[in-house]
């Protein structure tokens, strides 16, 4: 196994103990991590909006934290929702690794479990299998359907897949827009599918900058030329949940 050069790492440590985020950091930079190259966050979404500004190679994330907890930020990148390639290198931090995160940070495609807390040896060997393992396909439209179980994700996610009514006459006009012409942010009016007719996101969803690109580098695989989204998102008075 070739060591990986940890000189030229971009890294998001994300936990709510700043006492953690400080050893972890001062690890890193122990293994020759640059210090300007080590960006922090205090929860979920302070993560979300460091990674829309920050290209990372690489997040360690505590489980637990609110309002958004690990498994709920991997979800995010998963799906796309960040300006950083949904497939990134992801490594948990947590006291104690129980079945159920296990399982579910596998559906997730997580890349291991630091044990805090976390000792500069762990750190480093996590690091360097996390960035030598065979990375998931992009397929940020998959992870949708997998429940973290928290409140953060059935106000995000859950009511994204209920059933809705027809849209009614008197609301906004919707257009049909090709990929380039979509801004990232559109409300869909009409349910997004592939060409097999798998549900990619439904109607009533936002869709992200990561994932029109997606869309447009994999158009053989989903088969999206055109998107249905409104003419004017700002007129709708009802509050909408992003995808």
Known sequence: MISVDLVRLRILIVDDQTLVRTLISQ?????????????????????MRMLDIRMVDIILCDVQMQPMNGMDLLKELRCGHTANVSNLPFVFLSGHADRSNV??????????FVVKPPKPADVEKAIQTALQRARPEIDPFSYYHISTGTDYDKKVFGRLFETRAPIAHDEPEESC?????????????????????????????????????????????YGVAQIFVLDNPESVAQPVVRS
Do not use: F, W
């Open 103 to 112: 399982v579910m940070a596998s559906q997730l495609h997580a890349d291991g």
């Open 27 to 47: 690890a890193l930079q122990s293994m020759g991590i640059r210090q300007d190259h080590i960006y922090q966050a205090a929860d979920g979404t302070a993560a």
């Open 177 to 221: 827009l090709t990929l380039d012409k979509v801004k990232p942010g559109a409300l869909l009016t009409r349910d997004l599918r592939s060409r097999s007719g798998h549900l990619l996101l439904p109607r009533g969803a936002t869709i992200s900058a990561n994932q029109l690109s997606v869309l447009k580098d994999y158009s053989e695989r």
